[in-house]
């Protein structure tokens, strides 16, 4: 008889964004007048720049043409893209990568979850909290036991080290959802923690672009020794506008080793090759092309416009939650402003607050963990009209509480 | 302590088409001079079809504009090309498939390997032997028990049931690599066997496309109940030329019911579904409009011609290499042929063979399992030119045996 994966059972049956959309689909259909303006689901809406839209239509054209048609792409990624990936975000900020430590994927999504496929079940983890759902759940899909790191503003969101030795720690910088940062000091703690544990730490960084304050690492690599105990993930999705086009990275140290239960070494990155290979197919050579052009002098202008653009979204937000004296975190080194509820309310009453009266759609704080209930998170990913659309909506909201 | 997946110990560490690959990069870099055909990996060669070209570059310019950009796609594929594949690929040849148990994917790779990610490790596995390297890996990674159901010229390559209960069930057809089939009547003892045995059959059908004779089933739920204990993948791959551009599709049937160990009634395609909302964001937009648009009466034409020039080369390959007094097995209803090696050769000896003496590259038998030593796959994906050559250069072969 199947015999399926019981971990299933124990986690909640929708992953929070699914069940975000169902609520807002329910109240779409009965209120088909209204205008919903969308703060909730961390998803970009400007258009892919131009670099990236000619990069893809030269490739597509390759396609078309057998004397230049690509197939199977390799399982690690193009050369032309790890070379541009090594070359920009690390050799030139002077952190030392090598290119066959570099796997491209089609986003961090897929990588975070999947890494697990390389870990014991037997590992204790210790996640942030709050955290992006992916960590938790793939965990306990698992069958791993999970602690979670409390962020609150009583510690400033910087988390304190697990109860129990941990042997894997997810740590995301910028942070999803709050938008805080951990500064070089902080983040080598982390690692200097992991070297003495031999713990791995699974390093998120997909919002690192939006780092605008000088002493925020941009990557955990710029500290001592951390490719002895860190895995980093890296996406084109928010650096770049291609989460319809689905593009990242992962970065697997080949100093990175462990060792078996019968102490037998073991290098994480063999694993992850093997795991790759014999799992994935690569991302689409067309979106390979579109992500090395960002890397172009034309490409990181036009990036940067977009961040820009979305970095002044999340100062009006800030701004203006801040005059209406809720109080909010983040929004300076990520494209996220998390706010404490008024009145103490529930994180899922705030959301269907603002979506009942003032069709506005945050995500509620309490489903990116235990430590999120009484937050709330807003994007900062919107356009400009709709965005300021929202906060003039806000202020008719203060009656409300 | 970090600790691993142990199973991927007991794995070899290559994956075959790694092996491969690098045994043919020592060759080239050794023999510059050298003009190596591959009729190995199998990878497409010709052009992607027009349809396909104008329907990605419509969707990039799409991408290009804020008013018409597309952010994350839905988990389970976007519905314009769910219906039409209902509409193609089943009502249209009288099956009956529901849109809420077809979910888009980046290339059936990565399911066949995924959905090992909702089964229990405790299952017994039966795999079709020789087979895709794939589902026996993923199955041992995952630590279950695997049997081997040989598949040889004195079963006419119809496997045998297992003979400890198969919890789980790999059937590929079209087969790769042996490229043979089963009819109707010989698959529907399989299902049969499933039904009576609470077990679940895995369906690849990923060359179905290929298939040219009429009592041959081009998908498993032409077979009766079927909906009740397989689930099938497909894939645009080899149907329309998507190695490089990554999209198939899988069915879970909401049939498809099991139970856990505490008697808790559970649907495989809930499960699916959390698991793809969990570790997976969707194939890219413009790949996906790209697949759509083979569903044009077009698209059904030009595709159409791709596959018969692939067919043309099986006949040509298949043809020569029994003039050659070889003896071949289907290039029938797939793009495979395999073949017995000759003066009972190990696989890898007549690769060597191959590789050293006419620089033709095949795939060995034996990396396909077991039951493939002493068997040799070529491919019929390669340009016209290079399969009549290589169909020369083996004739100069035949002095080497």
Known sequence: MIKINENYIRIKNNYLFSEISKKVNEYK???????????????????????????????????????????????????????????????NRGIFV????????????????????????????????????????????????????????????????PKKKADVIYLCYPNNPTGTTLNSEQLKKWVDYALENKSLILFDAAYEAYISQSNIPHSIYEILNAKKVAIEFRSFSKTAGF?????????????????????????????????????????????????????????????????????????????????????????????????????TMTSWDFFDLLLNQVQIVGTPGSGFGEAGEGFFRFTAFGNRDNILEAMFRMKKLSEFY
């Open 29 to 91: 259909n009965c209120n088909k007048d209204k205008n919903i303006i969308s703060l909730g689901i961390g998803d970009v809406t400007q258009a892919v720049v131009k670099v990236v839209i000619d990069a893809i239509h030269k490739a597509t054209d390759e396609m078309a043409k057998t004397e230049t048609f690509r197939g199977y792409a390799p399982y690690e990624g193009y050369d032309f893209l790890i070379q541009a990936i090594l070359k920009n975000d690390f050799i």
């Open 243 to 343: 989460t319809g086009l689905r593009a990242g990275y992962t970065i697997v140290p080949k100093e990175l080793i462990t060792k078996t239960s019968f102490g037998e070494k073991v290098s994480l990155n063999t694993m992850w090759k093997r795991r790759q290979s014999t799992k994935f197919n690569g991302t689409a050579y067309i979106v390979q092309r579109g992500a090395e052009a960002i890397y172009s002098s034309d490409g990181q202008k036009q990036i940067r416009a977009v961040i820009d653009y979305y970095m002044e979204n999340a100062r009006i937000i800030k701004t203006n939650l801040e005059l209406l004296g809720l109080t909010t975190y983040g929004g300076i080194n990520a494209p996220y402003i998390w706010i404490k509820t008024p009145n």
């Open 98 to 161: 090598e290119s066959d430590e570099i796997f491209i994927n089609d986003g961090a999504k897929s990588d975070t979850g999947n890494i697990g496929d390389i870990l014991g079940h037997n590992n204790h983890v210790a996640i942030v909290d709050p955290a992006y759902p992916v960590y938790v759940d793939t965990n306990k899909m698992a069958g791993r036991t999970v602690e979670l790191l409390t962020c609150s503003p009583e510690n400033c969101f910087v988390p304190m080290f």
